[in-house]
């Protein structure tokens, strides 16, 4: 697996990280499951974990998927240090919702309980989960730079931004990961250039719900297109997206999700997997429905 690099100087990465969101919604796994996914996927190489303070079930939960993950990192018997833990702050969860806030204030009150959460003085990479459209974006990104320059973070990301908003961004503070949306069913981020000015720029993109989704995921292995490609490779349909989500640009980091070890360990190994042209091309051309 060839390191993938990122940007602002932060080190290089295995291709397929582990996003830990769905262990710490409404459908979360048992806390020792969670905890031995995620040292599953450190086990089978991942060495980016995604998480947020707000995978979690609300405001009273907050920074559960982050305690989850230093629970897990602190019982793990490889090298904690090679392991990128990325976090991010810009949103609450007040009864359930997902709403933004990318107040500075809410930045750094965010900040403070991620560091509690995390259990750790500085966190790696701290990102603006969202614009907010409440507040200016150079506030929000602001934020990121100051908290940086008091050394809480070492290096800043964003999350569901534009290609205008992260030229924005690198005015104010040295960008090292944008995390977008990236599946064959959701290909904005390449249609609308987020990963072709991230690879010229030298910015890792974190394709997130690179699977599709938690909904979405579960089509995969019965699309007629996947199926026989995943059947003749023996692999899984899912790592078969994955090598494909890898695939459109040196610059992309996958970060899926799994509360099951076996998915965790899957999709990792999925970043070894080289698909042919045509083997691409044919899944470039299908039709992936949302429906
Ligand atoms: N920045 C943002 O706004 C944002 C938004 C969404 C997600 N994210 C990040 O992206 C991560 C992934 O996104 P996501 O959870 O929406 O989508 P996803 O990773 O595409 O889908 C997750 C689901 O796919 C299944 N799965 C994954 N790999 C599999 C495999 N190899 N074999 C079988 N099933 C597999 C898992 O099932 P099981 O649970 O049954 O194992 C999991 O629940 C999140 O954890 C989070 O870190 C960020």
Redesign the pocket.
Known sequence: MTPRTLGAGAPAVPPVGY????LSLQDRPPEAQAVEVVRSALDAGARLI?TADVYCLDDSDIGHNERLVAQALRGWTGDREAVLVAT?GGLTRPAGRWDRDGRPEHLYAACERSLRALGVERIALYQL??PDPDVPFAESVGALAELRRQGKIRWAGL??VSVAQIRAAETLVPIATV?NRL?PFFREALEEGVVRYCEGQGIGFLA???????RL?RKLPDHPVLRPIAARLGV?A??LVLAWVLAQSPAVVA??????VE?AV??VAAGSLELSAEDLGAIDRAEFSRA
């Not at 996003?19 to 769905?22: A, N, Q």
């Not at 997130?208 to 938690?214: D, I, L, M």
Request: aromatic share 4%.
């Open positions: 996003g830990g969101m769905h995604d991010k989960h969202a999350s569901n995390q599946n997130y719900s690179p699977t599709g989704g938690g995921n899984s899912h790592a970060i899926p999700s799994a509360r099951r998915h899957d999709s």
